[in-house]
């Protein structure tokens, strides 16, 4: 079956710092792979996704590099802020819209 | 309102009770879903509802009773349920399934405590 592997939490930061969450992908196919985000005390939202092989999703600073021959996909940033302290989720889709999650990575920045 | 909003925001129940999660979307989607969100585990998909009707049913317990009365409404019924049954539950909703974009709007979610 599907499944999506990611590193444990809590990561902690200073703000400015270089941040790597990891995932990887256990799927049949090609599936579509995204970053959900939870603030806290929300739901949680779209981040980024990439639809192939070799395309990198982006957005807020963030970046994620769908690598099909070592399945995975992990999330970077150049310099973090005390504002993206949340929840990070990696995902997969093989078709349409249900989503296999992962644990989710809790990320805490401080300053 | 916007979004998709979730009542109660909290729950404290015992185990012989009956209660019920509500949530309701106003962006015109017309797929909805359960999910469970615990502790150190993936999220889990409970059910899945595309034009009103249940699509999936990903083996979850009896004691939990789904309903989707119409494309913007989805209820989650709660019956004699247990301890691990404590979670924090999910309720998404988005194009129709076969629609793939892969993106769903969530809400902010129901915490249930079961005593």
């Known amino acids: 079956g599907n499944s999506v592997t990611q590193m444990e939490g809590p990561v902690t930061l200073s703000e400015e710092a270089f941040l790597t969450i990891n995932c990887t992908y256990t799927a049949t196919g090609y599936p579509s792979l995204f970053w959900y985000v939870q603030y806290p005390g929300e739901g949680l939202q779209l981040l980024l996704k990439a639809t192939k092989a070799d395309d990198k999703g982006s957005n807020k600073g963030f970046e994620a590099t769908y690598r099909k021959e070592t399945t995975s996909f992990h999330l970077e940033k150049g310099s973090v802020q005390v504002s993206d302290s949340a929840v990070y989720f990696c995902a997969l889709s093989p078709f349409g819209n249900k989503l296999t999650f992962g644990t989710g990575t809790q990320l805490k920045v401080e300053l | ?115």
Do not use: I
């Open chain 2, 1 to 115: 309102e916007t979004g998709v909003t979730q009542t109660p925001r909290h729950l404290v129940m015992g185990m012989t009770n009956k209660k019920s999660l509500k949530c309701e979307q106003h962006l015109g989607h017309n797929a909805m879903y359960w999910y469970k969100q615990s502790a150190k585990k993936p999220l889990e998909l409970m059910f899945v509802y595309s034009l009103e009707e249940r699509v999936e049913n990903n083996s979850v317990p009896s004691r939990f009773s789904p309903e989707c009365p119409n494309s913007s409404h989805l209820f989650l019924h709660l019956h004699t349920l247990q301890p691990e049954d404590s979670a924090l539950y999910l309720c998404a909703s988005s194009q129709a399934t076969g629609v793939s974009t892969g993106e769903l709007f969530f809400g902010e979610g129901s915490r249930l405590t079961v005593l």
